[in-house]
T-cell receptor, first 113, second 112 residues
């Protein structure tokens, strides 16, 4: 069963606008959430994370929001830039499972100039 | 220099062949991981190791084996490759005080 789901395989936005990437999870034991960005022919790179004790974490243009009651998190990128075009993976971990990461399927973000 | 390196970057092999993918890291992390990525499925955990003497199966370990030769080296082997093992393979490391994992550049493996 897919414990972490990214229901949108792709998203296209205009440069300068906001990009919102969504992620849902089913395992209530998850207590740490991360977003990774992946360019073609490269490994995923860490972008931003959030602990379950928080509902928002911000780093420059990137903000992650966590809604525990809805088991939903989102990544906001403002303003979006063409260099942000990549595949974005949501991941979650639970201390009770040795902090193994469970990944979503990924969302391809395309930012058009 | 990259902190996590993988060799080879690309490999084409035939069904039934044994193949080894290697991962080295200079981050000094104890924890290392092997994942595979398939289109539409994200990254799935194959094996992970918390130190040289601690190896654990992930969610899709069948058909794979690993060896942790040293803190800095973690190898993944396919004893008898099959076509559905065609995928992108990533190695990752993790430090002791964070859940953040750091990934290598990946190996694209094709099994004919």
């Amino acid at each position: 069963d897919q414990q972490v789901k990214q229901n949108s395989p792709s998203l296209s936005v205009q440069e300068g606008r906001i990009s919102i990437l969504n992620c849902d999870y089913t395992n209530s034991m998850f207590d740490y959430f991360l977003w990774y960005k992946k360019y073609p022919a490269e490994g995923p790179t860490f972008l931003i994370s959030i602990s379950s004790i928080k509902d928002k974490n911000e780093d420059g243009r990137f903000t992650v929001f966590l809604n525990k009651s809805a088991k939903h998190l989102s990544l906001h990128i403002v303003p979006s830039q063409p260099g942000d075009s990549a595949v974005y993976f949501c991941a979650a971990s639970a201390e009770t499972s040795g902090s193994r990461l469970t990944f979503g399927e990924g969302t391809q973000l395309t930012v058009n100039p | 220099d990259a902190d996590v390196t993988q060799t080879p970057r690309n490999r084409i092999t035939k069904t039934g062949k044994r193949i080894m993918l290697e991962c080295s890291q200079t981050k000094g992390h104890d924890r290392m991981y092997w994942y595979r990525q398939d289109p539409g499925l994200g990254l799935r955990l194959i094996y992970y190791s918390f130190d040289v003497k601690d190896i654990n199966k992930g969610e899709i370990s069948d058909g794979y084996s690993v060896s942790r030769q040293a803190q800095a080296k973690f190898s993944l082997s396919l004893e008898s490759a099959i076509p559905n093992q065609t995928a992108l393979y990533f190695c990752a490391t993790r430090g002791p005080s964070t859940d953040t994992q750091y990934f290598g550049p990946g190996t694209r493996l094709t099994v004919l």
